[in-house]
């Protein structure tokens, strides 16, 4: 089955700078790339995902790039914020769309620095 | 919409009972997912259905879990009997074309 890797564990980072966030998959056959954003106590959110037809994504400061090749995906949050503290997973599936399970990476805790 | 619908929100339960997790999908979504979440394992994907039809259970850990879609508007996933190592957070999420959309979550503690 698929085995998605995710670094690092815990990222720190001064306010206003960026953050990226780094994922790799196992099964090329995979198709479909989100990423969830989860506070403390709270559900996972969508923030933004990416199909394997696209090479990036852009969405204010979020952006994901894919690389099928390598078969790897990141996220990258610029101009950091304190509200963007929080614990970051990538998935991938196969079909994608939601017709089959996500597998989840273990998790970024991201820390932004005041 | 009022979102995926998890019940009870917190469960706290002693080792050798029975708990029933309940989750309400979003109105028109066909796929439902049950996940656990612990600190040690992440989020793993338990089972999930395509139009109320169990399609990939190969995440439940054990037999004493089970999962049920009786109609596309209600899912429970039963642990009977519960043991300490079942204390998780348990989501379930559901989605049509897009993205999943989770549950609130039902925090299960077992003593």
């Known amino acids: 089955g698929e085995n998605v890797e995710q670094h690092p564990s815990t990222l720190s980072v001064q306010e206003g700078d960026s953050a990226v966030i780094k994922c790799t998959y196992s099964?090329?056959?995979?198709?479909?790339f989100p990423w969830y954003k989860q506070e403390l106590g709270k559900r996972p959110q969508l923030i933004i995902d990416i199909r394997s037809n696209v090479g990036e994504k852009k969405d204010q400061r979020i952006a994901v790039t894919l690389n099928k090749t390598a078969k790897h995906f990141s996220l990258h949050i610029t101009e950091t914020q304190p509200e963007d503290s929080a614990v970051y997973f990538c998935?991938?599936?196969?079909?994608?769309?939601?017709?089959?399970?996500?597998?989840f990476g273990k998790g970024t805790h991201l820390i932004i620095q005041p | 919409d009022a979102g995926v619908i998890q019940s009870p929100r917190h469960e706290v339960t002693e080792m050798g009972q029975e708990v029933t997790l309940r989750c309400k999908p979003i109105s028109g979504h066909n796929s439902l997912f049950w996940y656990r979440q612990t600190m040690m394992r992440g989020l793993e994907l338990l089972i999930y259905?395509?139009?109320?039809?169990?399609?990939?259970d190969s995440g439940m850990p054990e037999d004493r879990f089970s999962a049920k879609m009786p109609n596309a508007s209600f899912s429970t996933l039963k642990i009977q009997p519960s043991e300490p190592r079942d204390s998780a957070v348990y989501f379930c999420a559901s989605s049509t074309r897009g993205g999943y959309t989770f549950g609130s979550g039902t925090r299960l503690t077992v003593v």
């Open positions: 099964d090329s056959a995979s198709n479909y």
């Open positions: 998935a991938a599936s196969i079909r994608g769309g939601g017709a089959d399970g996500l597998t």
């Open positions: 259905f395509n139009n109320n039809v169990p399609i990939d």
